[in-house]
């Protein structure tokens, strides 16, 4: 996927998001986040988003206040805002283009990495929205896939990267709709990816979504095909989580 295609999928899926919340209700649950309602998502998703478009339009270098420092507005005007954060964003990154500075928490310090993070955020947070409001759809199979791939480029910079360690057991993963398979392997010091076709401790198949999904917890083991050893697929969801 190109930027274009990212800037592209976070107007589809914000939108996909808004619809689904406000049809959900503030109230609803969030099965795939147990300790947030809507509110509480929408909330998530609109702080991450303005905080975004101001870091990108700005060029920010040294943004000045974590998303979370904002006030999210009150219930009867939530949905309202939400809905003009996710078009500013994808305006700014377009205006943009990919290679822009921009802060981010990665070595990549580029516009271009805001797009991909906020399309493949703003989609798996769409699913959660549309679950709350029981209209769950299967996220769209190329930013699924994408998805799976910035996810393990993303582990080594998160806070609690030093954990997902272990003594070199490998896991396996394969979409089964379209191409993408990656091989993990956990060893004492370090967290590898490899993207091939190997054999691991564990193997599961799946379409992207279901493979994004359970990866950031959203999905049960038994919607994938396993092979091997799956208490492997278990501590991952234990050592990996969101």
């Known amino acids: ?37 809507v509110r509480d998502l929408v909330a998530h998703v609109g702080r991450i988003h303005h905080w975004v478009s101001a870091i990108v339009a700005d060029g920010s270098m040294n943004p000045n ?15 309202d805002w939400y809905a003009g954060g996710y078009p500013q964003l994808a305006d700014a990154l377009a205006a943009a283009g990919p ?9 990549d310090q580029t516009a271009g990495f805001w797009a991909r993070r906020q399309a493949n955020e703003t989609s798996v947070h769409a699913y959660d929205a549309q679950l709350a ?14 998805g799976i791939d910035e996810l393990f480029a993303m582990v080594p910079f998160l806070r609690w990267a030093d954990r997902v360690r272990g003594e070199g057991e490998t896991l ?9 398979e990656w091989l993990v392997r ?27 999904l359970f990866l950031y917890g959203r999905a049960p083991v038994d919607q994938l095909e396993v092979f091997g050893d799956a208490s492997l697929l278990a501590r991952w969801r234990e050592l990996v989580t969101w």
């Open 1 to 37: 996927m190109n930027h274009d295609d990212f800037v592209a999928a976070i107007r589809r899926d914000g939108a996909a998001l808004d619809v689904a919340a406000r049809a959900a209700g503030v109230d609803a649950p969030v099965p795939s986040c147990p300790d947030w309602k």
């Open 65 to 79: 206040a974590h998303w979370s420092a904002e006030d999210p507005p009150p219930d009867d005007e939530l949905f």
């Open 99 to 107: 290679d822009a500075p921009a802060w981010t928490w990665t070595p």
């Open 133 to 146: 409001a029981g209209t769950a759809q299967p996220v769209e199979r190329e930013i699924a896939a994408d």
């Open 172 to 180: 396996h993963f394969h979409c089964t709709d379209c191409e993408g």
């Open 186 to 212: 956990l060893d004492p010091d370090a967290f590898v990816v490899t993207r091939e076709h190997a054999k691991g401790d564990v193997a599961a198949r799946g379409t992207a979504s279901n493979l994004l």
